[in-house]
């Protein structure tokens, strides 16, 4: 996915100021986790419903920055709809992107926005939080 | 003032984020750099000329310290890690057997984490009581209500000289004499304060003091825990080792040395020592009254400034200390960091170890401008242009 730097700062912003299912009103059979930045106090829920090995919702609250909140954001957007297996897969590549990995951008659509963040070492763990809640999420669905 | 001796200034940083640590002059490099390149010597150790050269010199800053605080004697002076061990020193060293359940410690909401943590563990050993002092509207400490607080089994009150969020000044002089009044053990976390005001823990009672040379121009990994004489030796050690003993035997006696010996176990912080000692001279040289005097221009200048920028609230306007702490309506913190980095200015963003503070302020996190001797007038002005810029924040982040 090619995109010019403006239009992947226009995604990011809009994600930021009008983010994708953000407050968490849900029924118990969400799974819910918190996930935390001590340096620098992104603090962020997400809680998911999944049922039969796919991702029926998900949501988030939480106070965090524009990188963390956005991220957040276009994560829950991906990943509603997709089996365990292939949100892993989207999961791993989205890692593997922001810790200068090999990585396929096919996998990962809108989150191809965030493949500069690496040039900002102190910004990899607000992008990489919303993805270790939602491991931790699937992890548990697995146990 | 004195920039000459920051070589660190030559990079064009503007450096305010002196409340984390603050930049060393040359004198201070020198001295470390000098005990490494001409006299290495362990103290206590040897009968060689430059051991012998260290050990003085190391038992010589333990005057300079005493006379920077006005401690009654050189044996009240521990050399430490820094803060944060100091206090643990305290709590897990001596209030963890003279302290008994359902007795209570006063501390605020205000407080570094390394003042709060401690005793939470401690509460959780031993059933302690933690009470907090309530705060003013405007964040600093409502000291008119703390002898309300307490009561019989109020044993000590354990505070921050300066606050390291909102920086208000506490009365130790007040406080002291609350102490006094009531028996009570005082322990003051002097971090924030010992490079930028006059401490005087024998006029203002205080039973503990603890603090960092690396906020004060020294190196770091170097620090201090006074303590009144008699208490410190009733104090255990939490480490124990060579340096520390007087002897041991294999029948398992032992002795250990006297105050403040028996608390330096193993090889300690030389180099460290030694930088410190030179920051303190470097200090008094100037002077305390000139540094409180430029610091509160700079923040008076800084609020002043900020003020006419729609947008940004300030959260602690009238202290007496040079931290200025504000947000951009609207913005998270870090990314407020993040863009004043793009012009060269170092902030510091989030909750700032005080992660209690927020049930007070209702925000979690915050930018923390702190200045320091060596900061100027043009650079607090480099911060308000920048911030004028804020409808670019995301230009710059993203």
Redesign the interface.
């Known amino acids: 996915m090619d995109m010019d730097e403006k239009m ?2 226009d995604i ?2 809009e994600h ?1 100021q009008s983010p994708f299912h953000k407050g968490i009103d849900v029924e118990e059979n969400y799974i819910k986790v918190n996930s935390r930045n001590a ?5 962020i829920n997400v809680a998911a419903l999944i049922e039969d090995g796919i991702i029926i919702d998900a949501r988030f609250e939480g ?5 963390c ?1 956005s991220a957040t954001s276009v994560m829950i957007k991906t990943l509603i709809g997709k089996t365990l297996p292939e949100a892993e897969e989207i999961i791993t590549n989205f890692e593997n992107m922001i810790n200068e990995k090999d990585y396929d951008s096919s996998k990962l659509g809108e989150l191809n926005v965030y493949d500069t963040v690496y040039r ?1 070492p ?2 990899k763990t ?1 992008a990489l939080l919303p993805f270790r809640a939602m491991r931790d999420i699937i992890s548990r669905k697995n146990d | 003032m004195n920039r000459d001796d920051f070589p660190i200034l030559n990079s064009g940083v503007i450096y305010f984020d002196n409340g984390a640590t603050t930049f060393k002059p040359k004198c201070v490099v020198e001295a470390v750099k000098a005990y490494y390149e001409d006299y290495t010597a362990n103290a206590h150790r040897g009968d060689y000329d430059n051991s012998l050269r260290v050990d003085k010199m190391y038992e010589e800053v333990r005057n300079k310290v005493r006379n920077l605080i006005n401690a009654e004697k050189d044996e009240e002076i521990v050399y430490t890690k820094g803060t944060t061990e100091s206090i643990n020193m305290v709590v897990f060293g001596y209030l963890a057997k003279k302290l008994k359940k359902g007795d209570e410690v006063l501390l605020s909401k205000s407080e570094h984490a390394s003042n709060v943590l401690p005793w939470i563990i401690l509460q959780e050993k031993i059933g302690i009581v933690i009470k907090y002092i309530p705060l003013r509207e405007d964040f600093s400490l409502n000291d008119d209500l703390i002898e309300d607080m307490i009561n019989e089994k109020t044993k000590v009150i354990s505070l921050a000289h300066v606050t390291n969020v909102i920086g208000d000044v506490r009365n130790l002089q007040k406080i002291g004499d609350i102490c006094k009044k009531h028996n009570l053990l005082f322990i003051v976390d002097a971090a924030q304060s010992i490079g930028h005001l006059k401490v005087d823990v024998q006029e203002c009672n205080v039973s503990f003091l603890a603090f960092s040379a690396h906020k004060m121009l020294g190196p770091t990994g170097i620090g201090v825990l006074y303590g009144k004489y008699d208490l410190l030796k009733e104090m255990d050690p939490l480490t124990y080792g060579g340096g520390m003993n007087a002897f041991f035997e294999a029948d398992c006696s032992y002795e250990l040395k006297d105050v403040p010996w028996k608390f330096e176990a193993g090889t300690q912080n030389i180099a460290g020592v030694i930088g410190m000692g030179r920051a303190i001279d470097y200090i008094l040289e100037i002077g305390f009254d000139k540094i409180h005097q430029h610091e509160m221009k700079l923040k008076n200048l800084a609020i002043q400034e900020l003020k006419k920028i729609p947008n940004i609230k300030i959260y602690n306007e009238k202290t007496e200390s040079g931290i200025v702490t504000f947000n951009i309506d609207k913005v ?4 407020t960091a ?1 863009f004043l980095n793009r012009f060269k200015i170092a902030v510091r ?3 700032h170890c005080a992660k209690i503070l927020k049930d007070e302020i209702g925000i ?2 915050t930018c923390r401008a702190s200045f320091y001797l060596y900061n100027t007038e043009e650079e607090v002005m480099a911060l308000v242009a920048a911030l004028k810029r804020q409808d670019e924040v ?2 710059h ?2």
Do not use: P
């Open positions: 992947k700062r990011i912003l930021y340096s620098c106090v992104d603090n106070d965090a920055c524009a990188i909140t900002q102190n910004r607000c | 998270f913190s870090q990314d993040v963003s989030g909750n979690t996190n995301y230009d982040i993203i």
